[in-house]
């Protein structure tokens, strides 16, 4: 939409103030409105940033009232930056059906990236960073949560959850029951904060040290789960030897490919076996 202005969606820090980027402090003090997730938690992020710009409020429970006046600010000209309480917006945080709306108006969606408890977990875990799957915050309750896990089992790549400190060690028992107690994880708990503590292990050793310590049990925390080492389940041994033969002296999509068309079975799973056969080699 031409003269509109742009909606910039900001990370601020996930602990530490000095992971605030200073492209994002530039435009957080020259945009015309600030929408916050909790416009009292961000206050002091930007009083300590000494950032006067005028703040509103957007969440998840915000109405078409609320939508409407930033639709209407942007279509006015003006810019606004939309921040959450910590780490990237719209990640496990409010803010999707808000820039699903904007984009679908044409209007800017600028991203200005930052810290996110995702990826800094990730990038710390010494598990394989090659493809991920982020399930967010996993159910509350027991059967739910036992259900999901279920569904991801056999899932051959890494797994990223968000806990709540009251929750990690049912989960993690959890996890144990599903996944087995030799499945590698990684707990990263007040990251960038004064009492971060990275701890990569077994299951059992996890669920050993986070009972026997239970500081582990309070803050937040992130698990990044190894995914599963057996090939998937949904494919047979055959597709598996094709693929591999394929896959050395090709590459993986042309492999996976070719071996759907021999096959028959899925590309899309047939391509994610392929890179677990590569990680592995
Ligand atoms: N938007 C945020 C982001 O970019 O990571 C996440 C918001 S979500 C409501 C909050 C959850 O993120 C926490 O419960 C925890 O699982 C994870 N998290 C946020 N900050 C963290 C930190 N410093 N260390 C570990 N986990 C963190």
């Known amino acids: 939409m031409e003269n509109s202005g742009i909606l910039y969606v900001i990370s601020t820090p996930i602990g530490n103030l000095a992971d605030m980027t200073s492209r994002a402090i530039n435009i957080l003090n020259n945009v015309d409105i ?11 992020l930007l009083n300590h940033l000494d950032i006067k710009t005028k703040c509103i409020s957007y ?22 930056a939309l921040i959450s ?16 709306t904007v984009r679908n108006l044409g209007i800017n969606v600028i991203p200005v ?38 569904d991801f089992c056999d899932y051959p790549f890494t797994l990223i959850f968000y806990e709540s400190p009251h929750r990690v060690l049912k989960s993690l028992k959890d ?64 597709s598996t030897k094709i693929l591999t033969l394929l896959l050395e002296e090709i590459s993986s999509s042309k ?8 096959t028959g079975a899925n590309k899309k799973i047939l391509y994610q076996e392929a890179i677990r056969i590569k990680r592995d080699k």
């Open 59 to 80: 969440h998840e429970h915000s109405d078409y009232k609320e939508t409407e006046l930033i639709l209407e600010t942007l279509r006015s000209g003006a810019s606004i």
């Open 113 to 150: 990236p930052g810290a996110c408890a995702v990826t800094a977990a990730l990038s710390v875990s010494g598990l394989s960073t090659d493809s991920f799957l982020f399930k967010g915050f996993l159910p509350r309750k027991k059967l739910d949560r036992i259900k999901t896990l279920k």
């Open 175 to 238: 996890i144990e029951l599903t996944f087995g107690s030799k499945r590698r994880i990684f707990m990263a708990r007040e990251m960038t904060k004064l009492f971060e503590t990275y701890i990569l292990g077994s299951v059992e050793d996890l669920i050993d040290i986070v009972e026997r310590d239970t500081n582990n049990q309070k803050g937040e925390i992130v698990l990044v789960v190894e995914g599963c080492e057996k090939k998937s389940k949904m494919l047979g041994d055959a």
């Open 85 to 100: 309480d910590a780490g990237t917006p719209l990640i496990c945080d409010p803010g999707f059906k808000l820039v699903r």
């Open 255 to 262: 492999a996976s490919a070719i071996a759907a068309k021999i």
């Open 34 to 44: 600030i929408a916050c997730e909790d416009t009292r938690s961000s206050r002091s």
